[in-house]
Each structure stands twice: as structure tokens, then as C-alpha cells.
């Protein structure tokens, strides 16, 4: 059973910088994991994917400023996120998507962290 769960959001001014923290059991090692986020009146939007490889890839708008990275040892992902802009305000997600073998995936989700940039 995949469970995942969120810490490390809050409130930062312009320019600064969090580390969200996805605590995940229940992974196997050909999952794909990710961060998503939802801001408010707005769709649910990808914005750092890490394979079971090295693999990364980051939506345009964070790219530069937002790092993906997993630590199998202690079993969480991490998305160290700088230079934070007030686009980025969202509530933000761990997903785990795993390959179902019929040809679709199954979506595991985090309750979700409250991430606020102030201008």
C-alpha cells in the first residue's frame, strides 16, 4: 500500500527559498515519482517529475530555480524550491504513479502542503 505524506510548506517572502519533504512507503523501485501543485482557481499542474533512474524534469516556469531529489535511505523526496516567486503559491502535492500493466497508470496522492509566497 502506497502512502505518502507531506511537510516543509509555509509562508516565505519573494526570493526565498523552502524544502518540501514527501515521506513515502509502499514504493517500488519502477514508480515514478513527482511533485504537483494547485493554486487557487487554477488546474492541477506537474511541476518535477524523478524516475526510478536519474532522470528529472521540471516544468518551464520552475526550471533553474526548483530541484527534485529522492533519498531512498530515509524513503522521501525532497523539492528544494529557491528564489520563490508569488506564482508559486499553490498547495503542493506527492504523487507516486505507478505502471498498472494495462496500458494506463494508477495515481497515489499526498493530503497536499500549503505553500504561500508573499510579494
Known amino acids: 500500500q502506497v502512502q505518502l505524506v507531506e511537510s516543509g510548506g509555509g509562508l516565505v517572502q519573494t526570493g526565498g527559498s523552502l524544502r518540501l519533504s514527501c515521506l513515502f512507503s509502499?514504493?517500488?523501485?519502477?514508480?515514478?515519482m513527482a511533485w504537483y501543485r494547485q493554486a487557487p482557481g487554477k488546474q492541477l499542474e506537474l511541476v518535477a517529475q524523478?524516475?526510478?533512474?536519474?532522470?528529472?524534469n521540471y516544468d518551464g516556469s520552475v526550471k533553474g530555480r526548483f530541484a527534485v531529489s529522492r533519498d531512498n535511505a530515509k524513503n522521501t523526496l525532497y523539492l528544494q524550491m529557491n528564489n520563490l516567486l508569488p506564482e508559486d503559491t499553490a498547495v503542493y502535492y506527492c504523487?507516486?504513479?505507478?505502471?498498472?500493466?494495462?496500458?494506463?497508470?494508477?495515481?497515489?496522492w499526498g493530503q497536499g502542503t500549503q505553500v504561500t509566497v508573499s510579494s
Open positions: 504523487n507516486v504513479k505507478r505502471d498498472s500493466g494495462l496500458g494506463g497508470f494508477a495515481n497515489y
Open positions: 509502499g514504493i517500488i523501485s519502477t514508480d515514478i
Open positions: 524523478a524516475t526510478s533512474g536519474a532522470s528529472q
